[in-house]
Each structure stands twice: as C-alpha cells, then as structure tokens.
C-alpha cells in the first residue's frame, strides 16, 4: 500500500505543467489556458486553443475594425464590455440590437466575427450600430478563448462580460442569447449575484 502511495505521489511529479500563469496579469484573475501547437509553428489549419475562464483577465488581442483601423480589446479598460463572437455576418442585425440594449446601460459592444474585413465594411457602410465588428478572419481569437469548432471550421457562439480591469465576470459559450435574456445575464454580472 506504501508503495502506490509512493509511486502515485511520483508521478503527480512527473506530469508536465499544463497551464501556465502570465506574468503581465496584475492580479484579479489568473492568465488564460493556452495550449500552444507542439511544433512550435502554425501549419494553416491549426490554431492556439485556450479556454477563459470567469475571474481571468481576458486574452488582449488586435483586430482589423470595419469601416477601417484596428480595435485592441485593452482599449475599452475602464468600460463594461461585451464581447460576442459569432461566424455570420448574417447574424449583426441581431447583434446590433443587443448592442442596443447594452448602450443603455453604459456598455462597450464587440462582436468577433469569423468573415473578412471587406465583408464586414460593406455592413458598416449601411449601418448605425453602437457596436465594433471586428475581423477574425481565420478564427485564431476564437480559438484562443474556446469557441473555435474544428470539426466545422467555423467560430461557435459566445458571449465573455468583461469589468473595466478587463476581468470576466460572464460568460455564455456556444449559445445565442436574446435581448431580454442579456439585459437580465448582464445585470447579474455587473451586481453580482
């Protein structure tokens, strides 16, 4: 019995380090798990994957915006934000009326889009949205916080709440959400429960 004991105790040892705390992250959460390729280089269908967990500082990131310029995530610090991912363009519509009812309440909105720059500046042109359509062309965002689809090749719904330190107080993974629903999720992110 001493002996498993023993040998179980070693190789708990053994195990390599499968998450990795980032240095740069100044409390309030720990860094994001990231499993990086094991040959160190991206072939063209392989991404970064991770997963962000509530409590962790959202993964920064700089993406092409529609209409022109780039958007960096650590620009809304300071603001409540809503991050939505999803992989139609068909679906801003719906994201600009959530949008809506997050600028009522003082909210920063960014929807992760898995489509070219180009196809999102054709739907800025015609729209007003209090929203940020960002290009995530080849899905590694996505990737990077759990909602890259491999068997599809397609970025999965998602929704990440973020305080103004860039913290994630929510988050709703592979699920489209309504307007009614969001106002209540986010109201319960902001207070708390």
Do not use: C
Request: proline letters at 6%; hydrophobic letters at 45%.
């Amino acid at each position: 019995m001493l002996r498993l004991a023993l040998a179980l105790l070693l190789s708990l040892y053994a195990l390599p380090a499968v998450a990795q705390t980032d240095p740069r992250t100044n409390g309030g959460g720990s860094a994001p798990n990231v499993t990086p390729p094991s040959s160190g280089t991206l072939s063209g269908n392989e991404r970064i994957t991770g997963r962000v967990l509530v409590g962790e500082h959202a993964p920064d990131f700089s993406l092409a915006v529609a209409g022109g310029g780039q958007f960096r995530l650590k620009e809304t610090r300071g603001h409540w934000t809503a991050l939505f991912f999803t992989d139609r363009r068909e679906d801003l519509p719906h994201m600009a009326g959530l949008a809506a009812t997050l600028d009522s309440l003082k909210f920063t909105t960014v929807v992760v889009l898995d489509e070219k720059v180009q196809a999102l500046a054709q739907w800025r042109a015609s729209s007003h949205a209090p929203l940020a359509a960002v290009a995530d062309e080849h899905g590694e965002i996505a990737a990077l916080y759990g909602l890259w689809d491999t068997e599809h090749g397609s970025t999965r719904p998602g929704l990440f709440v973020l305080d103004p330190n860039g913290v994630v107080k929510l988050e709703l993974l592979g699920q489209k959400v309504g307007a009614p629903s969001l106002r209540g999720l986010v109201q319960t992110a902001v207070e708390g429960l």
